[in-house]
């Protein structure tokens, strides 16, 4: 990669492009954001800090139909998906700035014996580096860039290639909103800069990345040999459990939103359909009809409900992922095209634990649907995949959801709902998506120094 480039998906045509950083750059900009840290956020408090983050949740709102162009043109998003998200993320950078007052008060500790008190102070680490992918390009940076400079770290920021311009619209309205100069930096930095100058850095405290699994444990790898502290989010393979229902139009509208929001192209999209017996053909054919009805078209229109994939070479994995599936056995019930990064939606059934599809991640409006005789062998199912980032359960017996979300192993489980995250929510799985939670209390505490103070009189 010699430099950041936007290619329009639903087009293939070629956009702006934008220079990789040289080396000595990328050294400055540590250096800025290093002594960003000991000037401006050793020198303003918590309010100071939230309030400009509160003017950053406001130029989102203001600016709102430019930047969703953007990531429209970057990487083939809806433009009502488009919106949302930019809102989303206005909601976020504003949550942070209503209570990170509260999450960061100092938490008195209860003494076992002796005089005087104690307490934990959170402070901030220093130097943070994101690395964030091209399906949510603000929403993944907010949930990152939101706590931690509320809390006073600061951040280098190296978005996906294909997003540059929205990379770069982000860091103007850090800048415009009050931050000043390395408190917030945009990096078109490469992967060996990542791994070669700014994780070895000893001024840099953490990172943080949300991408594939490879990506991931590259990442880990070197943060791991230079003692740097790591969150990840590495995608998932999120389960859709069906035990009962009392209107299945219902819970089949909940099943295909999670499944086509963001064309497909979410980590903690439902993937896999897992349905009780006695409505899994009632379940398939209602399914199979509601979400062949979302036709691929042009990302900038109103009424489109799923544009693109991000890429063509997106599109043309899926596809082979598909044939792949179909010549190890599968079902296909509705079988999606494809034209250019366009892919209409395709379902699956008879995926068999011997086929790749059965641990595979689907990205993309692909569908994968398993019949099950039981709580318990659905629940086997479930887990039977490296993943846990969510997951989904639908049932009429409360006692149920409680007991079956106890047993499904992911970082998070909707009951009975979708598309249901939230600023105030947790978002973070298990066993290979990850560790870590971001938004919610948790998620301005992963980069603090949770600093223990001690007074004896």
Sequence with gaps: MSKYTVTNPATGASGSSFPLATDDEVTAAIGAADRAHSEFSRGTSVAERAALMQRVADLHTERREHLAELIVREMGKPVEQALGEVDFSADIYSYYATHGEAFLADEPIELLGGEGSAFIRNASLGVLLGIMPWNFPYYQVARFAG?????????????????PESAAAIEEIFADAGFPAGAYRNLYASSAQIADIII???????????????????????????LKKVVLELGGSDPFIVLSTDNLDEAVDAAVAARIDNSGQSCNAAKRFIVIDDLFDAFVESFTAKITGNVPADPTSPETTLGPLSSLGAAEGLEEQVQR??????????????????????????????????????????????????????VQVANDIPYGLGSYLFTTDPEQALRVAD????????????????????FGGVKRSGFGRELGRFGIAEFANKKLIRILK
Excluded at 147 to 163: D, E, R, Y
Excluded at 412 to 424: A, H, K, Q, T, Y
């Design 147 to 163: 706590p931690n400079l509320v809390l006073g770290n600061t951040i280098l920021l190296k978005h996906a290639s294909q997003c």
């Design 200 to 226: 070895p850095d000893p001024r840099v405290c953490g990172v943080s990345l949300t991408g594939s699994e490879g990506a991931g444990a590259a990442v880990a790898e070197v943060a791991g040999r230079n």
């Design 407 to 426: 047993l499904i192993d992911a970082g998070m489980v909707f009951i009975n709902g979708s598309l249901l995250d939230s600023p105030e929510l947790p």
């Design 325 to 378: 599936a179909e010549a190890q056995g599968a079902t296909v019930h509705a079988r999606g095209s494809r034209k250019g990064a366009f892919f209409s939606p395709t379902v699956l059934t008879d995926v068999s634990p011997e086929s790749d599809a059965y641990r595979e991640e689907f990205f993309g409006p692909v569908a994968a649907i398993y019949r099950v005789q039981n709580e318990a062998e659905a």
